[in-house]
């Protein structure tokens, strides 16, 4: 889970970067996937939309607030889960993280 979170705000970072955007404004942005996909969002609304048109493509899902969802699920997961030994538990929902989803994804 932390490794995949992490994977997933490096992307998003390298995604800004590409767009012109410098380190010290992706580090003011908001934090968390979340916060950092909505910013994406604003610099480049065409490539946001294709990689959430994908996404809900390769989930095979019908739901059209999927994408939304799963961004809010696992915004804070990086945080959450790489010191989960000192909480007293968490829980997230995981959904296709070895099969054909992840492997569609590369």
Request: glycine share 6%; aromatic share 12%; with cysteine.
């Amino acid at each position: 889970i932390v490794n995949s979170a992490f994977a997933c705000e490096v992307f998003i970072k390298a995604l800004l970067l590409y767009n012109g955007k410098t380190i010290d404004e992706i580090k003011n942005a908001k934090h968390g996937i979340e916060g950092l996909w909505l910013f994406l969002k604003t610099v480049n609304p065409m490539l946001s939309t294709d990689i959430e048109t994908r996404v809900i493509n390769i989930f095979h899902s019908t739901d059209p607030d999927f994408f939304n969802t799963a961004m809010s699920t696992i915004s804070d997961a990086f945080v959450t889960w790489r010191y989960i030994y000192e909480s007293h538990g968490a829980t997230i929902q995981i959904k296709d993280i070895s099969g054909s989803g992840a492997r569609s994804l590369l």
